[in-house]
């Protein structure tokens, strides 16, 4: 199966929101509430943020938040700081006893 | 707190083989399945395999199959990958990571090792 599919770069201002799209298939994105999304930060592990399409970890601000439609998974970040800058990728179940990520978006705050 | 330190990779030549280790801590090990997920340089997250929790059932990515073995000692909580047949598409910084206590989705993961293959 193909990777799921995410815009390579978003930007926003400080104190701006940005939300990050999420494309699959009805088989994974839109057959499963199992899609989370991750941050990472450069030469570190991707850090969990948002799972079960909207759910944050503990630890996690309100600022992050997740939705879904049809095929599509959202993540919006709200309130834009500088440290959000970093790496972004979704995952969701794939339908066949496999894992499947998004190729990544690049969130730049501007 | 919860820590995954994995261990292991290198420099390695075509089609020779490799173990990865993954040590556990500040959880219950055996009570979670893990990953193994590898990034290549500039690239995405892959997801490679998975464990259930009492090593029982193993799944595997398409381009693995074959020639990873995932495994786990609950004993030593220590999660495995055996890699076999290398080639230079394996190379990638190799994660473990623990799954969340319902669902297939990560929820922890380690700072991961680098495998490059390379003649």
């Known amino acids: 199966q193909s990777a799921l599919t995410q815009p390579p770069s978003a930007s926003g201002s400080p104190g701006q929101s940005v939300t990050i799209s999420c494309t699959g298939t009805?088989?994974?994105?839109?057959?499963?509430?199992?899609v989370s999304w991750y941050q990472q930060h450069p030469g570190k592990a991707p850090k969990l943020m948002i799972y079960?399409?909207?759910k944050r970890p503990s630890g996690v601000p309100a600022r992050f938040s997740g939705s879904k439609s049809g095929n599509t998974a959202s993540l919006t970040v709200s309130g834009l700081q500088a440290d959000d800058e970093a790496d972004y990728y979704c995952?969701?179940?794939?339908?066949?006893?496999?894992?499947?990520f998004g190729g990544g978006t690049k969130l730049t705050v501007l | 707190q919860v820590q995954l330190v994995e261990s292991g990779g290198g420099v390695v030549q075509p089609g020779r083989s490799l173990r990865l280790s993954c040590a556990a801590s500040?959880?219950?090990?055996?009570?979670?399945?893990m990953h193994w997920v590898r990034q290549a340089p500039g690239k995405g997250p892959e997801w490679v395999a998975l464990?259930?929790?009492?090593?029982?059932?193993?799944y595997y990515v398409d381009s693995v199959k074959g020639r990873f073995t995932i495994s786990r000692d609950n004993s030593k909580d220590t999660l495995y990958l055996q890699m076999n047949s290398l080639t230079s598409d394996d190379t990638a910084v190799y994660y473990c990571?623990?799954?969340?206590?319902?669902?297939?989705?990560?929820?922890?993961w380690g700072q991961g090792t680098l495998v490059t293959v390379s003649s």
């Open positions: 464990i259930a929790y009492d090593g029982i059932n193993k």
């Open positions: 079960e399409v909207s």
């Open positions: 009805s088989s994974d994105v839109g057959g499963s509430n199992s």
């Open positions: 990571a623990r799954v969340f206590s319902s669902g297939w989705f990560p929820d922890y």
């Open positions: 500040g959880f219950t090990f055996s009570s979670f399945a």
């Open positions: 995952t969701s179940y794939g339908g066949s006893n496999n894992l499947l």
